[in-house]
């Protein structure tokens, strides 16, 4: 099968070292699909919001004479931004599309909707993402749950570990911001005493007025002496500083990202999550962690406190983390999961009639 993969980054999605190059998540599924098929991937990079009027047009243009000397058999973009330049020239040469929605995503906006109501298939990380697309008009017979992935390969449970002190060592990757739980976790902190808390902003960045405002956060908490901000960790650097924890946290108020949860799953270690967004669809409770309601901070004391205090909880939920990554969350299993919905929609184009 000849994929072809439109990639975009805007200021807003996040701009990859370079035009020629896609985000890990992308380069991770393109990676899986290249095993069984011809894979073309179109990365863009383009410029400031208010310029996409403009530039997307351009880049339809473009994939329309790539694609009539170089017919792929379907088309699979990443993002909806992706989705407007790689659907309008899809369109005009009669090829499937497929669209792909981030797991960072919550209901979707209008303009994402639209953009989904117009493909053949849509591919979302979790039940949460199918409901909310369910509720803005998309038809739920074109949705199609694929999880996240991670790199198995690369964050293993044996390798390098950060330096780390005595005391009990908590890591938590993410946002800093509103919604990201971190004010959960400095709250849930003073609960557990003589616990150190890492808190790292995972292959993203903080700007210094983050960082500045959660030092706030933490001076008010009165935990200042136990916390330490590393802000961005590169994807060299994530193996070694999760292999450094007892505990994984990521609670987020609002649905995020699942990477983290994955990456310390990956890494054997045991998570706390909250249960929003796609995060319940990857930790087990009470098999590869332990899931609490987001904005409970004491709830989330507890459950540190009380796995803390039986070490053989949290080396068996390292254990059945790391088996179901290898399961279901590699990118081996994702691009094999991704690869019948293709097939499945080709099979489904070729008893059609030509639409």
Same mark, same amino acid.
């Given at each position: 099968?000849?994929?072809?993969? !439109? ?60 694609? =009539? ?96 002190? !005595? ?5 938590? !990757? ?41 030092? =706030? ?72 962690? !332990? ?65």
């Amino acid at each position: 099968m000849r994929i072809a993969v !439109v990639s975009i980054s805007t200021p807003s999605i996040g701009t990859p070292t370079g035009a020629d190059r896609v985000p890990a998540h992308v380069d991770g599924l393109v990676t899986a699909l290249t095993a069984g098929h011809d894979v073309v991937v179109h990365p863009a990079a383009l410029g400031e919001e208010g310029a996409l009027a403009d530039e997307l047009p351009r880049l339809a243009d473009a994939l329309v004479r790539t694609w =009539r000397a170089e017919r792929p058999d379907v088309v699979h973009a990443q993002a909806s931004v992706a989705g407007l330049a790689a659907g309008a020239a899809a369109r005009e040469l009669d090829l499937p599309l497929v669209l792909s929605l981030p797991d960072v995503h919550g209901d979707p906006g209008a303009a994402t909707a639209a953009v989904a109501r117009r493909a053949d298939r849509v591919l979302v990380a979790s039940a949460h993402q199918a409901r909310g697309l369910v509720r803005a008009g998309v038809p739920r017979a074109i949705i199609r749950v694929v999880p996240p992935g991670v790199d198995a390969d690369a964050l293993t449970p044996e390798g390098a570990v950060l330096d780390r002190g !005595v005391d009990p060592r908590l890591v938590a !990757v993410g946002g800093i911001g509103p919604g990201s739980g971190i004010e959960d976790v400095l709250s849930a902190l003073r609960l557990v005493p003589a616990v150190q808390l890492v808190v790292a902003a995972g292959t993203g960045t903080w700007t210094a007025a983050d960082a500045r405002r959660c030092r =706030r956060r933490v001076d008010a908490a009165g935990v200042a002496d136990r916390v330490r901000l590393v802000g961005g960790v590169g994807s060299g650097d994530a193996g070694p500083l999760l292999r450094s924890a007892d505990l994984v946290v990521h609670v987020p108020r609002e649905p995020a990202a699942g990477l983290p949860v994955l990456s310390a799953m990956a890494c054997g270690r045991p998570v706390i999550a909250s249960t929003v967004g796609v995060l319940p669809d990857l930790v087990v409770d009470q098999v590869t962690g !332990v899931l609490v309601a987001p904005g409970r901070p004491g709830e989330l004391g507890r459950a540190v406190a009380r796995l803390l205090a039986q070490p053989s909880m949290p080396v068996a939920f390292g254990i059945a983390g790391r088996d179901r990554v290898l399961a279901r969350f590699s990118w081996e299993r994702i691009g094999a999961t991704v690869s019948d919905v293709l097939h499945e929609l080709l099979s489904e184009r070729r008893g059609a009639p030509t639409r």
